[in-house]
């Protein structure tokens, strides 16, 4: 069972604490009455990253954060809580890459793995209202799509989920808010397995030889260190409820405070012509 405080004033602290003695969150997230949280200004987009080991549930509290907020089935132009993968900026592999990855001996969980340029610029462009485009990427031809791209509109919430968001601190500096979700080694490779298998044409033991060699070790060295810049530890990922309706309720503050009182679209937002464009 979970015990839920919420903040009852401007400045309150929001702590989630699990009955088993794991404290979810215990960071203070101040509002301003100008409308700013933590002195962020009225119309930058509240930047929200979501780390967490992979298969830990990282995509699914982030559809469930929007699916709370009835954004989901919302037009893309019109929505104003956005959700954005650190998949689509995996870098393009050389020919010897590629040939590395069909047969499972590459790292895709290693920070040189991405674009740790191209996500900072992007994530600059949004802060900056700037709309970006973003491809897809096919995790059967581990390569990007790139004539499927979803536009990414100025927003009021966006969130950045991957595995590595909070690796480098020039990128981990722009979040305004930091969630990791926190799910035990076992269940992630319960879930990485049926997967991999189904939605990404692998075999067991591609899975299984990709796991124990890259994937455990890379989450062990880079990953895991980075929780410790979490605002908010979420134990359980998307079974935790408490702690998901903690960080919507934050959201709708956060909203609130900036002369919004849920989160719904508007015609009469301005959309900028400006667009952010990947170099490749």
Do not use: W
């Not at 009455?33 to 982030?62: D, M, Q, Y």
């Not at 897809?136 to 536009?151: C, E, F, G, M, P």
């Not at 998901?244 to 405070?257: A, C, K, M, P």
């Amino acid at each position: 069972m979970l015990h839920l405080q919420l903040p009852l004033t401007s400045a309150g602290i929001i702590r989630v604490i699990d009955m088993s003695m794991n404290i979810v969150t215990s960071r203070k997230m101040s509002f301003g009455i100008n409308g700013k949280l933590n002195g962020i200004e009225n119309k930058t987009p509240f930047l929200i990253g979501v780390s967490g080991g992979t298969a830990s549930g990282k995509s699914t509290v982030c559809k469930r954060i929007m699916e709370k907020l009835g954004q989901v089935d919302m037009d893309h132009m019109q929505r104003q809580v956005v959700c954005i993968s650190q998949d689509s900026f995996y870098r393009d592999l050389s020919s010897a890459e590629k040939l590395k990855a069909e047969k499972g001996q590459y790292n895709f969980d290693h920070p040189d793995a991405f674009d740790n340029d191209l996500i900072l610029q992007t994530l600059q462009d949004i802060l900056a209202g700037v709309k970006c485009e973003i491809p897809a990427y096919d995790y059967k031809t581990n390569s990007l799509v790139k004539d499927q791209i979803t536009t990414i509109y100025p927003a009021d919430v966006v969130l950045f989920e991957g595995i590595l968001v909070f690796y480098f601190p020039k990128i981990r500096d722009l979040f305004h808010m930091k969630l990791f979700v926190d799910t035990d080694s076992d269940t992630r490779l319960a879930r990485r397995v049926p997967r991999d298998i189904k939605e990404r044409g692998r075999d067991l033991d591609y899975v299984l030889n990709q796991y124990m060699n890259f994937v455990k070790p890379a989450f062990e060295e880079f990953c895991l260190p980075t929780k410790k810049f979490a605002d908010v530890i979420i134990p359980r990922g998307a079974d935790n409820t408490v702690a998901i309706d903690l960080i919507v309720q934050h959201i709708r503050d956060f909203l609130s405070n900036r002369g919004r009182d849920t989160v719904q679209p508007e015609n009469s937002i301005n959309r900028t012509d400006k667009l952010s464009k990947r170099p490749h």
